[in-house]
């Protein structure tokens, strides 16, 4: 078998690519059809990702929006918990991943709700005990590029090599977390994430390059400012650019997208799983 994640104990087989979809709990996430607030809105989100073929449910409370203030560890819990409450009650069995980078919000979300896979956009820059404490959790951890906070990002895309400095990132941050015993590392690049939107594409035509570190590679493009301002559009009209960059990432090394449109993120695995099948 190649590359999997361990979910329980159990190990989760990437030769096929998987879809992590996205629940937003936020009232101001730049993708306005996926901000759920309620209970009810939370429940049919999850329901529809997992019926239409999502195997992963990314729940977040914090916007990453570079307008939008950060919560508190407190004001993040206090969205996190009752929606962490419902979707287990209604789905025991499914996969969460916490999408937060303070370590007080992963410890409750793994403690209290058994949540299975820690996902930070900080690569643990933003809280320092966060590379420790998903260490004592023993989960998955997801490693995203990013330089600075959310706020500050986009002034810090100056780079001496683009690619190297990248790749340097996550050799340095890989080598700490297995050094603490953290060996379920997901690599994503964070596309967005202190990169102009041409670095955006210069860095997807570089995806392959990832694979150097022999650990699932995470791509999470969709409906973002890359697409969208490259066609003059907007978020709510980029679906056909997300599908195409989707099926770009597959073609070169995603092992999981991250997506808002999961039965369209599925149907691009589907087609390139059918033409590599015969792949000589």
Do not use: W
């Not at 508190?72 to 996190?80: D, F, G, P």
């Amino acid at each position: 078998m190649g590359k999997s994640i361990n979910i329980r104990g159990s190990l989760v087989d990437l030769s096929t690519p998987i879809v992590m979809g996205i629940v937003n709990i936020t009232p101001d996430s730049f993708y306005a059809q996926s901000r759920k607030t309620n209970e009810k809105q939370i429940i049919e989100r999850v329901a529809q990702i997992l019926e239409e073929g999502g195997l992963i449910i990314d729940m977040g409370a914090q916007s990453t929006a570079p307008s939008s203030p950060f919560l508190s560890v407190s004001e993040e819990m206090a969205r996190l918990r009752p929606a962490l409450k419902s979707v287990r009650r209604e789905f025991p069995d499914a996969v969460l991943s916490i999408d937060t980078f303070y370590s007080d919000v992963a410890a409750m979300a793994s403690e209290e709700f058994g949540v299975d896979i820690i996902n930070d956009i900080s690569g643990g820059q933003i809280d320092e005990r966060m590379f420790n404490t998903v260490a004592r959790l023993n989960l998955p951890y997801i490693l995203m590029h990013m330089r600075g906070t959310p706020q500050t990002m986009q002034s810090l895309t100056q780079y001496e090599n683009f690619l190297q400095d990248i790749l340097f990132y996550f050799s340095q941050k890989t080598t700490s977390l297995n050094q603490l015993g953290v060996n379920d590392i997901i690599i994503d690049p964070g596309f967005g994430f202190s990169k102009t939107l041409s670095q955006n594409y210069e860095l997807m035509s570089y995806l392959s390059y990832f694979k150097i570190f022999e650990a699932p590679i995470l791509v999470g493009i969709s409906r973002k400012s890359m697409i969208y301002k490259l066609l003059e559009t907007s978020a709510n009209e980029s679906l056909n650019g997300t599908s195409v960059l989707n099926t770009y990432s597959l073609l070169n090394g995603a092992d999981i997208l991250r997506v808002h449109d999961v039965k369209e993120a599925v149907e691009c695995i589907k087609i390139v799983s059918e033409i590599k099948k015969f792949e000589k």
